[in-house]
Every structure is written in structure tokens, then in C-alpha cells.
């Protein structure tokens, strides 16, 4: 159903629960670029180790971070720096990569 809402409303920013257990991260991604292609994902985590090293993350996380181009946020993120990481993110080129700057922390 998401995929479908996607493919219609062509967003431009997709935020992702990486905790999701019924969904295949991977498989899941690899439909939304044919479905929406050119939307960009936000990957939400509990914890920053989650995300890995952005040069060597390991697993999916990695690979959504390094290969998919997404960026991330932790779950906890206040209001402001929910808006500031979107801001962020939508205003970087996907070439840049989308992983390259760390969540500030107050």
C-alpha cells in the first residue's frame, strides 16, 4: 500500500523505521525506486552505532546508508532537528552522499 501511495504521489522524502521487522529493507528500497524514482529516504534508528561507519557499515544498514545513498536520524530527534536533518538532506546532491554528516547532539 505504500508502495502504491508512493508511485501516485511521487514524494520527494521518505522516512524509513529501520526496526520494521515485516519489512525486507532491501527489497522494499529496490520497489520504491521503481515505484518513485528519485525520492529520497530518511532512515530512522534507535541507536547512531545502528548506522555503522559510513566508509564500512556493516549489513543492511550499510548498505542502505552507503549504496542506497539514504540518510539517517535517530528516533529520539527533537522537532528541530528533525527539521533541520530533512532541510539538510533534501537540499545535498545524492553524489554527495547522503550519510556524510553525524546528527548533532545538544
Known amino acids: ?3 502504491q501511495h ?3 504521489l511521487r514524494p520527494h522524502l521518505v522516512l524509513l523505521d ?10 522494499y528500497l529496490e520497489q520504491l525506486r ?5 525520492t ?14 559510513a ?8 548498505w ?8 539517517w536520524l535517530l528516533k529520539d530527534a527533537g ?5 533541520h536533518r530533512v532541510r539538510s538532506y533534501l537540499e545535498r546532491s545524492p553524489a554527495d552522499g547522503a550519510h556524510a554528516e553525524s546528527p548533532r547532539r545538544p
Not at 521503481?34 to 528519485?38: F, T
Not at 522537532?79 to 527539521?83: H, P, T, W, Y
Open 34 to 38: 521503481r515505484a518513485a524514482p528519485g
Open 79 to 83: 522537532a528541530a532537528e528533525l527539521r
Open 6 to 8: 508512493a508511485a501516485e
Open 64 to 71: 542502505f546508508l552507503k549504496d542506497a545513498g539514504a540518510g
Open 55 to 62: 566508509d564500512d557499515a556493516p549489513g543492511v544498514a550499510g
Open 18 to 27: 529501520f526496526a520494521l521487522p515485516e519489512i525486507a529493507l532491501v527489497a
Open 40 to 53: 529520497r529516504v530518511l532512515l530512522l534508528l534507535v541507536h547512531p552505532g545502528d548506522a555503522g561507519d
Open 1 to 3: 500500500e505504500t508502495l
